[in-house]
């Protein structure tokens, strides 16, 4: 783990609304936050350093990432249009949906071309992301790849 100031230590999601996920939604989040808490980069603008406490929620097709200091001090709140990500996340779900079901019945062969769309379009999001926060955190890839998960996760109702 990189100790670096300019990184995300907690990480939770403002989804009071959800009382189930499917199992494999779970585990995408369940990975993506031990991920992004093993590795990222964070760097509020105008923000000498943490390390740092997100909340990422979703309200009015925004996503709210409401940023602490890891002892509680507010930094700021980053609402971000998801307008230019909406696209990106209909299709992302269409082909994980197809992959999750791939996997119980197809070829490796068929599960693997699956597999790289399924790819492709989450590193379509997590580039859009990047571009649309850069003016306020910068971000690593991977630490943007795992916010588009988690995005992701909180666009799954039931």
């Given at each position: 783990?990189?100790?670096?100031?300019?990184?995300?230590?907690?990480?939770?999601?403002?989804?009071?609304?959800?009382?189930?996920?499917?199992?494999?939604?779970?585990?995408?989040?369940?990975?993506?936050?031990?991920?992004?808490?093993?590795?990222?980069?964070?760097?509020?603008a105008?923000?000498?350093?943490?390390p740092?406490?997100?909340?990422?929620?979703?309200?009015?097709?925004?996503?709210?990432?409401?940023?602490?200091?890891?002892?509680?001090?507010?930094?700021?709140?980053?609402?971000?249009?998801?307008?230019?990500?909406?696209?990106?996340?209909?299709?992302?779900?269409?082909?994980?949906?197809s992959?999750?079901?791939?996997?119980?019945?197809?070829?490796?062969?068929?599960?693997?071309?699956?597999?790289?769309?399924?790819?492709?379009?989450?590193?379509?999001?997590?580039?859009?992301?990047?571009?649309?926060?850069?003016?306020?955190?910068?971000?690593?890839?991977n630490?943007?790849?795992?916010?588009?998960?988690?995005?992701?996760?909180?666009?799954v109702?039931?």
């Amino acid at each position: 783990m990189s100790e670096s100031k300019h990184r995300i230590v907690k990480i939770e999601l403002d989804d009071p609304g959800v009382v189930y996920r499917t199992r494999d939604v779970e585990h995408e989040r369940a990975v993506a936050i031990y991920d992004l808490i093993d590795s990222n980069h964070f760097a509020p603008a105008g923000h000498a350093g943490g390390p740092y406490h997100l909340v990422l929620g979703i309200s009015e097709n925004r996503a709210i990432l409401n940023i602490r200091t890891a002892d509680g001090t507010e930094v700021g709140e980053v609402p971000l249009p998801l307008s230019s990500l909406r696209r990106v996340i209909k299709d992302y779900f269409v082909v994980c949906e197809s992959y999750y079901q791939a996997i119980k019945t197809l070829a490796p062969a068929q599960i693997e071309a699956i597999d790289m769309g399924r790819r492709a379009l989450h590193n379509e999001g997590s580039e859009i992301l990047r571009e649309r926060l850069a003016s306020r955190v910068d971000v690593d890839e991977n630490t943007a790849r795992r916010l588009f998960t988690l995005i992701c996760v909180l666009h799954v109702r039931g």
